[in-house]
């Protein structure tokens, strides 16, 4: 395979044979080849002096990288709830009987696959896939025709209607940060105006607090990284927003990208950063070319670089990586472990990233929204940041609305805002219950709507899906159960066994084959995912169905088949083969499923 | 004043009687053990069918009709069940045929087995049918206990029993759960 050789080869090269850039490599292969077929993982392994198991571990790890051949055409549909609701399942199942293909299977041809994907954060725009990587939104039956169409005439995906692929922002309310008019360079200068001690100050008044989710004050952690030994900080931008419900960063980074990257550079104006990465989700692949051209712009009006705005000594440039498809990389120490090019493990802690980070320096993680909104801090000030929100949540907050409501979209709130509130100005006049911070958050039933957002009340990344009385919470929690259970990394024991036993348990219950003491088995494997897990994925994970036990307990009370034990599978129907070879019916050659069992 | 024998019964589904080998391995326990029990159906009584009992061991998984009904009657005469090493717990050795498809399997052992000629899958309606998979026992009823092993040992199988019988929740310390 010389073509296979020179390829890896030439893009080894480009990345330095650096070791770090392995998943970046991984990626840029499989553009070329289409997969990465074994031959080639051992060609990566030599050229990086790496062990091959190093190599093969990691492209086994990321969903969006494949160690067989997909179609040329590869088709992954979102599967949020808010997909499901707005009828993904049915139109995948349409698009693969047009195209005789199965779902998860490649087509005879080699031509096309179809399968699911988690949340692709297009929520207020969908039913949303993605086709060789490009989001394509709203869906509907006579697109998915147009689609059919396109595949079977083998049209190269860039030379599909532009239309498709149109993902509109739906910024619907602005409040301080959506509606400011800075220009490039304008927070820089007034960070740079008071000094860097001055500007970590300001900060410090502004009591800014991480919007990914975790709510750490800011400016403590900007200290820490500043005061923590070692001259070679590193300024990290999470872009990994995999939250479900999730797609506030998709519309800062699209729309506001500037903002975000001065966010950045006053990050590394207050620690003394030089190097800045941005770890941009891969399913927010089809921005990486319009923020590579706002980087760009901003080296050549001095913004990035070395003496930035004049200053001699501050230097500071950033490099944006690639995730892969895996929702743990949006924890912190998951996603140093993938910028590193290693599989997405969250790491133990402490010791903190803050003191041993990025290949063990000093680094800063913070949320992308978190970034922008420093830029406020630079301009109005500490204290006039800190004049709007509640007491401990001090600003805005953007929330992603979507679900049943007539304008999903971006809403821009003061922290403080009632749940009630948003649900009026999205139009959601038959709301029965809201999941707040996505998956991992919390099930707002409606007798807490006059509950408000902020971290002394309901906290949230940003996720907000409206579910209207039609809607079925067993459904909604199944939903969020599928999707930990996919995305848990298998690293530690009760998280890969017990988000599985947990959509066992769920299934079973959706199967009719439920029975009392299942709940009191779910409760259990619960408690022990909350305490046993090695990360937070493990530990949310049971939030959904813990929330909806409590919240809504009847839709799972009104799927128990039986209030004694019940066996998940049809046992008379396991006996069907052995009775088909036999040839025999007799009442011996039957189970009765109520007979005998009383207890 | 003492106090009323507790009534254990026993049984083997698939199972090759190991745990039950193991179980008369506690020795010179079993001396204190019929101080504090009596046993109702088991292979030590020979009593075919299960009256109400405190405690079921169960030793083997569920690989046909017959062991359904056997589970069963353990199920809805015993307080305590308990499900008794490896088979019980996981399927065992039994559910190695899981992967293979159950018909393959039954021809492959009555009509192409060398040496055999115009052999036939019985179908003798004394012979209790096989279920297309072998199945954990907790698959199939509720279950209280578990006691992992391959077989678990007499002093295992020792501990749980006198912590159970005694009332203390049952605990296995690292040693009795330490295999290799």
Same mark, same amino acid.
């Given at each position: 395979?010389?073509?296979?050789?020179?390829?890896?080869?030439?893009?080894?090269t480009?990345h330095?044979a650096?070791?770090?850039?392995?998943?970046?490599?991984?990626?840029?292969?499989?553009?070329?080849?289409?997969?990465?077929?074994?031959?080639?993982?051992?060609?990566?392994?030599?050229?990086?002096?790496?062990?091959?198991?190093?190599?093969?571990?990691?492209?086994?790890?990321?969903?969006?990288l494949?160690?067989?051949?997909?179609?040329?055409?590869?088709?992954?549909?979102? $599967?949020?709830?808010?997909d499901?609701?707005?009828?993904?399942?049915?139109?995948?199942?349409?698009?693969?009987?047009?195209?005789?293909?199965e779902?998860?299977?490649?087509?005879?041809?080699?031509?096309?696959?179809?399968?699911?994907t988690?949340?692709?954060?297009?929520?207020?725009?969908?039913?949303?896939?993605?086709?060789?990587?490009?989001?394509?939104?709203?869906?509907?039956?006579r697109?998915?025709?147009?689609?059919?169409?396109?595949?079977?005439?083998?049209?190269?995906?860039?030379a599909?209607?532009?239309?498709?692929?149109n993902v509109?922002?739906?910024?619907?309310?602005?409040?301080?940060l959506?509606?400011?008019?800075?220009?490039?360079?304008?927070?820089?200068?007034?960070?740079?105006?008071?000094?860097?001690?001055?500007?970590?100050?300001?900060?410090?008044?502004?009591?800014?607090?991480?919007?990914g989710?975790?709510?750490?004050?800011?400016?403590?952690?900007?200290k820490?990284?500043?005061?923590?030994?070692?001259?070679?900080?590193?300024?990290?931008?999470?872009? $990994?927003e995999?939250?479900?419900?999730?797609?506030k960063d998709?519309?800062?980074?699209?729309?506001?990208?500037?903002?975000?990257?001065?966010?950045?550079?006053?990050?590394?104006?207050?620690?003394?950063?030089?190097?800045?990465?941005m770890?941009?989700?891969?399913?927010?692949?089809?921005?990486?070319?319009?923020?590579?051209?706002?980087?760009?712009?901003?080296?050549?009006?001095?913004?990035?670089?070395a003496?930035?705005?004049?200053?001699?000594?501050f230097?500071?440039?950033?490099?944006?990586?690639?995730?892969a498809?895996?929702?743990?990389?949006?924890?912190?120490?998951?996603?140093?472990?993938?910028?590193?090019?290693?599989?997405?493990?969250?790491?133990?802690?402490?010791?903190f990233?803050?003191?041993?980070?990025?290949?063990g320096?000093?680094?800063?993680?913070?949320?992308?929204e978190?970034?922008?909104?420093?830029?406020?801090?630079?301009?109005?000030?500490?204290?006039?940041?800190?004049?709007?929100?509640?007491?401990?949540?001090?600003?805005?907050?953007?929330?992603?609305?979507?679900?049943?409501?007539?304008?999903?979209g971006?809403?821009?709130?003061?922290?403080?805002v009632?749940?009630e509130?948003?649900?009026?100005?999205?139009?959601a006049?038959?709301a029965?219950?809201?999941?707040?911070g996505?998956?991992?958050?919390?099930?707002?039933?409606?007798?807490?709507f006059?509950?408000?957002?902020?971290?002394?009340d309901?906290?949230?990344a940003?996720?907000?899906?409206?579910?209207d009385s039609?809607?079925?919470?067993?459904?909604?929690?199944?939903n969020?159960?599928?999707?930990f259970?996919?995305?848990s990394?298998?690293f530690?024991?009760?998280?890969?066994?017990?988000?599985?036993?947990l959509?066992?348990?769920?299934?079973?219950l959706?199967?009719?084959?439920?029975?009392?003491?299942?709940?009191?088995?779910?409760?259990?494997?619960?408690?022990?995912?909350?305490?046993?897990?090695?990360?937070?994925?493990?530990?949310?994970?049971?939030?959904p169905?813990?929330?909806?036990?409590?919240?809504?307990?009847?839709?799972?009370?009104?799927?128990?088949?039986?209030?004694?034990?019940e066996?998940?599978?049809?046992?008379?129907?396991?006996?069907?083969?052995?009775r088909?070879?036999?040839g025999?019916?007799?009442?011996?050659?039957?189970?009765?499923?109520?007979?005998?069992?009383?207890? | 004043?003492?106090?009323?024998?507790?009534?254990?019964?026993?049984?083997?589904?698939?199972?090759?009687?190991?745990?039950?080998?193991?179980?008369?391995?506690?020795?010179?326990?079993?001396f204190?053990?019929?101080?504090?029990v009596?046993?109702?159906?088991?292979?030590?009584?020979?009593?075919?069918?299960?009256?109400?009992?405190?405690?079921?061991?169960?030793?083997?998984?569920?690989?046909?009709?017959?062991?359904?009904?056997?589970?069963?009657?353990?199920?809805?005469?015993?307080?305590?069940?308990?499900?008794?090493?490896?088979?019980?717990i996981?399927?065992?050795?039994?559910?190695?045929?899981?992967?293979?498809?159950?018909?393959?399997?039954?021809?492959?052992?009555?009509?192409?087995?060398?040496?055999?000629?115009g052999?036939?899958?019985?179908?003798?309606?004394?012979?209790?049918?096989?279920?297309?998979?072998?199945?954990p026992?907790?698959?199939?009823?509720?279950?209280?206990?578990?006691?992992?092993?391959?077989?678990?040992?007499?002093?295992?199988i020792?501990?749980?029993?006198?912590?159970l019988?005694?009332?203390?929740?049952p605990?296995?310390?690292?040693s009795?759960?330490?295999?290799?």
């Open positions: 395979m010389p073509g296979i050789e020179r390829c890896v080869s030439e893009i080894v480009r330095g650096d070791p770090s850039q392995l998943l970046q490599i991984l990626i840029q292969v499989q553009d070329v080849i289409g997969y990465l077929p074994a031959d080639c993982l051992s060609l990566i392994a030599e050229a990086l002096d790496l062990p091959r198991a190093r190599v093969e571990g990691v492209a086994g790890f990321y969903s969006f494949h160690s067989r051949p997909v179609g040329r055409y590869r088709i992954l549909f979102s $599967d949020n709830i808010t499901r609701m707005l009828g993904a399942p049915a139109l995948m199942q349409a698009l693969c009987s047009k195209l005789w293909v779902p998860g299977k490649l087509s005879e041809d080699g031509l096309v696959s179809i399968t699911t988690s949340c692709t954060g297009m929520c207020d725009q969908g039913p949303a896939a993605l086709i060789n990587g490009r989001p394509v939104t709203r869906l509907d039956h697109r998915i025709n147009e689609i059919a169409e396109l595949v079977r005439q083998q049209v190269p995906v860039s599909w209607p532009a239309a498709f692929f509109e922002d739906n910024i619907r309310r602005r409040d301080a959506l509606a400011s008019t800075a220009a490039p360079g304008d927070a820089l200068r007034a960070a740079i105006r008071v000094g860097r001690e001055g500007w970590l100050t300001e900060m410090e008044r502004s009591r800014l607090r991480g919007r989710g975790a709510g750490f004050t800011t400016a403590v952690k900007w820490a990284c500043r005061d923590a030994d070692g001259a070679d900080k590193v300024i990290v931008c999470n872009a $990994d995999g939250e479900p419900g999730t797609f998709r519309v800062l980074l699209a729309s506001h990208a500037d903002l975000v990257f001065e966010g950045m550079t006053l990050a590394a104006w207050a620690t003394g950063a030089q190097k800045g990465f770890y941009l989700r891969g399913e927010y692949r089809y921005l990486l070319e319009h923020l590579q051209a706002v980087l760009e712009r901003r080296r050549a009006a001095g913004l990035l670089g003496g930035i705005r004049g200053q001699a000594g230097d500071f440039d950033i490099d944006i990586h690639l995730g498809g895996a929702y743990v990389c949006g924890e912190e120490t998951a996603l140093l472990e993938s910028l590193e090019g290693k599989r997405g493990t969250p790491r133990i802690r402490p010791p990233p803050v003191t041993h980070g990025y290949l320096r000093p680094t800063v993680v913070n949320n992308v978190t970034l922008a909104k420093t830029t406020l801090v630079a301009l109005e000030g500490g204290e006039a940041f800190a004049a709007t929100g509640t007491a401990q949540s001090t600003g805005t907050k953007l929330l992603s609305v979507s679900g049943d409501c007539a304008y999903p971006i809403y821009e709130y003061p922290f403080g009632s749940i509130r948003v649900l009026e100005d999205c139009g006049s038959d029965q219950a809201v999941q707040a996505g998956a991992s958050g919390v099930l707002i039933a409606g007798y807490e006059h509950r408000r957002v902020a971290f002394e309901v906290p949230t940003g996720a907000f899906m409206v579910f039609g809607r079925d919470a067993f459904e909604i929690a199944r969020f159960v599928d999707f259970a996919h995305e990394c298998g530690c024991t009760p998280c890969r066994v017990g988000t599985s036993l959509k066992g348990y769920m299934d079973k959706a199967s009719g084959h439920g029975a009392k003491p299942d709940l009191a088995d779910i409760e259990w494997v619960t408690r022990l995912l909350k305490n046993a897990s090695h990360c937070g994925l493990g530990s949310s994970a049971p939030n169905v813990i929330d909806t036990l409590v919240k809504f307990r009847p839709t799972f009370e009104r799927r128990l088949e039986s209030l004694h034990f066996p998940a599978f049809d046992l008379d129907a396991a006996l069907a083969t052995a088909r070879i036999t025999r019916d007799d009442a011996a050659a039957h189970l009765d499923r109520k007979k005998e069992t009383q207890r | 004043m003492t106090r009323p024998k507790l009534r254990i019964a026993t049984t083997s589904l698939a199972g090759c009687f190991g745990c039950h080998m193991s179980f008369l391995d506690i020795d010179e326990h079993l204190e053990l019929v101080e504090l009596e046993f109702d159906r088991s292979p030590l009584t020979d009593i075919k069918h299960c009256g109400p009992c405190d405690i079921g061991l169960i030793e083997g998984g569920v690989c046909n009709a017959e062991n359904v009904h056997v589970l069963r009657e353990f199920r809805n005469n015993c307080k305590t069940l308990i499900a008794v090493g490896a088979c019980a996981n399927g065992g050795l039994p559910a190695q045929r899981n992967h293979l498809e159950l018909g393959a399997c039954l021809r492959e052992v009555y009509e192409f087995r060398d040496g055999l000629s052999g036939q899958v019985p179908n003798d309606p004394e012979l209790p049918l096989l279920l297309d998979k072998v199945h026992i907790h698959e199939v009823v509720r279950v209280d206990y578990f006691i992992p092993g391959c077989p678990p040992s007499g002093p295992t020792w501990k749980f029993l006198s912590d019988i005694a009332g203390r929740t605990r296995l310390t690292h009795l759960m330490h295999f290799d």
